[in-house]
């Protein structure tokens, strides 16, 4: 049977054991509709409630100020267009990164098409938001700071805190995708000065399909989805039992002992990072060198492409990502590399590598096996680089 190594931990992780176990009685026995008021809904509804106490717990909210969604698209998608649509008489300005994830982004572009105005900050070669930049581009009619707590595909950390002590003593709602940042990174909507925070349970092994939306007391929000009364009139539609409790089974486990839980996919992944660097010339690490998430490797690989790259690896069962995370089928080069400052030609070149509990030290040993052999065959394949040998 062919070895599976799973490197793609920032597109998803599998559902943990006590997570599953946790959510299992709400699909068969404990299935009443928590909106109704016998018993059986009445066991579903302290599920929920129980479930929005831990996620609040891992982040330094309240249980009210929780709410649960689809997923981090639906949470960004609610926090930007909410805020918008409800203080468009305040003012119709927004200030985002270039580097967010798409599901701002493309957010943000509607919006556009609504009349609003976006300012999205540069970065610099190791995508980092300057703080600097964010007080700079607010204005009198800035209504929504919104800025990534980690990137998706680089794996920088922001500096967070700063830019929410900036917008909080400007009076302006700082929302952050924290998507990729929970379980990884130490957050805490108070101290970080937070207005709004996404997360995504199938990041840190819960279940797809269900995330939620932190709203601090007294942000002006309006409802994305309209319908019954569900999440004190806030969010229609009958909750998702089962995933709102692996959300917050999941989320209690992720936050447990960061530093604990981080520190040996860490150092599984400065191997790893640093063999490749070692093994294979003209490559670059795409991202800051220390201030970057604990399981991330992102690097491009000159003179070849990175769906290549996929293709081999995955025939030696391999699993990781090229361009940007959530749509690696796409062609185009990632966003994120381009802003960053690489050339066309080596965006396209692309790897990253996401570790997490399913590795092993023997995965990096296996790894560091396969990707040189992998691309000294594409090299020898590629024009580009018998251009740059002298060849042609």
């Known amino acids: 049977?062919?070895?599976?190594?799973?490197?793609?931990?920032?597109?998803?992780?599998?559902?943990?054991?006590?997570?599953?176990?946790?959510?299992?009685?709400?699909f068969s026995e404990q299935f009443g509709n928590p909106s109704s008021l016998y018993a059986l809904a009445r066991v579903s509804k302290e599920a929920v409630e129980n479930a929005r106490a831990q996620v609040a717990s891992a982040i330094g909210a309240s249980p009210d100020e929780i709410f649960f969604t689809a997923g981090g698209s639906e949470s960004d998608n609610w926090a930007i267009k909410g805020t918008a649509f409800a203080n468009r008489k305040k003012g119709d300005h927004i200030i985002t990164s270039a580097i967010e994830h798409h599901a701002v982004l493309h957010t943000c572009a509607?919006?556009?098409?609504?009349?609003?105005?976006v300012t999205y900050l540069p970065v610099d070669r190791y995508g980092l938001v300057s703080p600097k930049d964010v007080e700079e581009a607010i204005t009198d009619r800035t209504i929504l700071v919104t800025v990534m707590a980690a990137n998706n595909e680089i794996g920088t950390v922001q500096p967070i805190r700063e830019i929410g002590r900036?917008?909080?003593?400007?009076g302006v709602p700082f929302h952050t995708d924290a998507v990729q940042a929970i379980g990884a990174v130490q957050i805490d909507v108070t101290e970080d000065a937070i207005d709004m925070l996404s997360l995504s349970g199938h990041k840190f092994y819960g279940p797809k399909g269900i995330g939620a939306l932190y709203?601090?007391?007294?942000?002006?929000?309006?409802?994305?989805v309209h319908g019954?009364?569900?999440?004190r009139r806030r969010r229609a539609g009958t909750e998702?039992?089962?995933?709102?409790?692996?959300?917050?089974?999941?989320?209690?486990?992720?936050?447990?002992?960061?530093?604990?839980?981080?520190?040996?996919?860490?150092?599984?992944?400065?191997?790893?990072?640093?063999?490749?660097?070692?093994a294979v010339p003209d490559t670059l690490l795409n991202g800051h060198p220390t201030l970057r998430l604990p399981n991330n490797i992102n690097v491009s690989f000159r003179y070849i492409e990175g769906e290549s790259?996929?293709?081999?690896l995955d025939a030696h069962g391999i699993c990781a990502s090229t361009g940007s995370a959530c749509s690696s089928a796409s062609l185009e080069p990632s966003h994120v590399l381009l802003a960053v400052g690489l050339p066309h030609e080596t965006a396209h070149g692309s790897l990253r590598l996401t570790l997490g509990d399913l590795n092993a030290d023997g995965d990096v040993d296996y790894v560091l096996d396969v990707l040189p052999k992998v691309v000294?065959?594409?090299?020898?394949?590629?024009?580009?680089?018998a251009a740059r040998k002298g060849g042609v």
């Open 1 to 26: 049977m062919k070895k599976l190594v799973y490197m793609d931990h920032a597109a998803t992780t599998p559902v943990k054991s006590e997570v599953l176990d946790a959510m299992l009685p709400y």
């Open 110 to 117: 509607y919006l556009e098409t609504q009349g609003f105005s």
């Open 166 to 170: 900036i917008t909080r003593e400007r």
């Open 215 to 224: 709203v601090r007391k007294g942000i002006r929000l309006g409802n994305l």
């Open 228 to 231: 019954g009364g569900q999440e």
């Open 240 to 278: 998702n039992i089962p995933g709102i409790v692996g959300l917050g089974k999941a989320i209690e486990m992720a936050t447990a002992d960061i530093p604990g839980h981080t520190a040996k996919i860490a150092a599984m992944r400065d191997r790893l990072c640093a063999g490749i660097l070692d």
């Open 309 to 312: 790259i996929l293709l081999m």
């Open 376 to 385: 000294e065959r594409l090299r020898s394949m590629s024009p580009l680089y």
